[in-house]
């Protein structure tokens, strides 16, 4: 089930946006939709300009308290559930869910919840995409399937203040265990630095392999309990290693 | 039942835009949305300028191809059907209702319709809302429920093309013989004069009254039969008044 208080839990995270009239017209659209939370991976134009403040208008709060962050992964702290929004279906590990689908997925997250888009011009990088674990792709004409960004965000904002209008009867329902991001991430740090140790990973190869791997768990969606034994395998290698050595 | 063509046949009218950004952007959303029809009423910006085709993109086609036009009866020439966009609930005679409801009505047009916007600092007037048959207004939150123009018009597209995309059963088949606007505005344009010439209208509340008039006939959704009818009435009386002088 999900409500109005649910909207202020979602991040909506624009990582390195070029243009300042897009940062301001999002701000406006999150405030229109009873969103607040907006979140600047790297941006490339300045939130604070007059471009932006003057697309902004009465969403000049929302840009004002917009959070500035260097990457991705520190966008996403302390989030439970990640979206990313792409055109293209560059061999995801799933296939692209329009809006109505996945957008309750997030509004029904324990904790807080992110939804991400790309950079005007290069959308999300595969590396980017690995942080998600669903896709979102809005429906549009194949003659020119790709939105501006902040008309994007307009179409997703404008969903999720529908969707939180109604109770939904939920096909993920949130359990109680689910492992938020952090941890997932922990786990992926762990697993990497370790299987580079071991000589499962190669410097030239790491990044493609890993990519499988995070996909693979955000796929299957672990629960704490799940991440726990998981990390407990890894410290088992661990000490068998320092054992021998 | 609606289709992907239904999509073409429909004009999205932006009455007085004042921003060439705005225009541009609209330009996109359409063509990313499968429309094809732009249409401005006494634009106050350049829509050749290098602002509206920096965000137009590859909607520049669609940009233009927009028609001008001097004012709005003008651009709703040739229309079965028109819906007014606006934020406020003036007085309307028929409640606002949001895109899933109404826009299926114009969909399911037989012949042209149109989806009117007003400018970004007045939205409609009240006259111009009297062109339309039903109203729309895009749900969000009471704090700040006003739209940026092109956002507006990305969350209706973007409406239409998902609309468009599903079959769905129809609250309001179209009649065969539903008046065109066209023959609408010729009667409303014939009652004022008579009701006019005989005295009924004084200059000064005659918009106000011909309004509540114009409100009663768009509700109930005229036939052409019923506006040859009620023009026979007009020209009966008319008849009766040259008898007597």
Same mark, same amino acid.
């Given at each position: 089930m999900s409500d109005r208080a649910s909207l202020k839990k979602i991040r909506i995270i624009l990582v390195e946006p070029a243009g300042a009239l897009n940062v301001g017209s999002a701000a406006r659209i999150l405030k229109n939709m009873g969103l607040q939370q907006l979140v600047l991976v790297n941006p490339q134009c300045d939130p604070a300009? $007059?471009? @932006?403040?003057?697309?902004a208008v009465h969403g000049a709060d929302v840009l004002a308290a917009a959070q500035q962050v260097q990457s991705l992964p520190e966008a996403l702290q302390g989030c439970q559930r990640a979206v990313a929004t792409t055109a293209r279906d560059r061999h995801l590990?799933?296939?692209?869910?329009?809006? %109505?689908?996945?957008?309750?997925?997030?509004? $029904?997250?324990?904790?807080?919840? @992110? =939804?991400?888009?790309?950079? $005007?011009?290069?959308?999300?990088?595969?590396q980017e995409l690995n942080y998600a674990q669903r896709f979102l792709g809005i429906p549009a004409s194949s003659e020119y399937p790709s939105l501006n960004l902040a008309q994007a965000v307009a179409v997703c904002a404008y969903e999720l203040f529908q969707l939180a209008q109604t109770s939904l009867p939920s096909a993920t329902p949130p359990t109680a265990d689910e492992a938020p991001l952090d941890q997932l991430e922990a786990y992926y740090?762990?697993?990497?630095?370790?299987?580079?140790?071991?000589?499962?990973?190669?410097p030239h190869t790491a990044a493609a392999r890993m %990519?499988?791997?995070?996909? =693979?768990?955000?796929?299957?969606?672990?629960?704490?309990?799940?991440?726990?034994? =998981?990390?407990?395998?890894?410290? %088992?290698? $661990?000490?068998?290693? @320092?054992?021998?050595?």
């Open positions: 300009s $007059e471009d @932006a403040r003057r697309m590990p799933t296939a692209l869910e329009p809006p %109505q689908t996945v957008l309750p997925w997030l509004l $029904e997250s324990n904790g807080p919840s @992110a =939804l991400i888009f790309g950079s $005007e011009e290069r959308g999300l990088s595969n740090q762990h697993l990497e630095t370790l299987l580079s140790k071991i000589g499962y990973l190669h %990519q499988k791997f995070r996909r =693979l768990f955000n796929r299957a969606g672990l629960s704490d309990g799940e991440v726990a034994m =998981l990390r407990g395998i890894l410290r %088992q290698v $661990e000490w068998a290693i @320092a054992a021998r050595e």
